[in-house]
């Protein structure tokens, strides 16, 4: 299973990202797809997940009203939103598949997203 994530960038505040996470390479029956990211310093943290019904959650409270997260089931691809972005939103961001069946987790490449003026 390859997961290819693609989306990152530089902005600036108040700017809008839009990261995406296909998942390719076996025919895979996806619980969750979802995203970690990596602070300046900081360790790899979960970030925000969706179940295969759509059901989301953020760890972070702050993102609230400014990010969301969506998944085509079809395509086996996550996307993450990103609105109103902030300096403290800098990290390398992870995508993140947690098969069905077995629970074994797939890792993609991490996308750097980097807020600043």
């Known amino acids: 299973v390859q997961l290819q994530a693609s989306g990152g960038g530089l902005v600036q505040p108040g700017g809008s990202l839009r990261l995406s996470c296909a998942a390719s390479g076996v025919a895979l029956s996806i619980a969750y797809m979802g995203w970690y990211r990596q602070g300046p310093g900081q360790r790899r943290e979960f970030f925000a997940r969706i179940s295969s019904g759509g059901s989301t959650y953020f760890a972070d409270s702050s993102v609230e009203g400014r990010f969301f997260i969506s998944r085509d089931n079809a395509k086996n691809t996550v996307y993450l939103q990103m609105n109103s972005l902030k300096p403290e939103d800098t990290a390398v961001y992870y995508c993140?598949?947690?098969?069905?069946?077995?629970?074994?987790?797939?890792w993609g490449q991490g996308t750097q997203v980097t807020v600043s003026s």
């Open positions: 993140n598949v947690v098969a069905a069946h077995s629970g074994t987790e797939y």
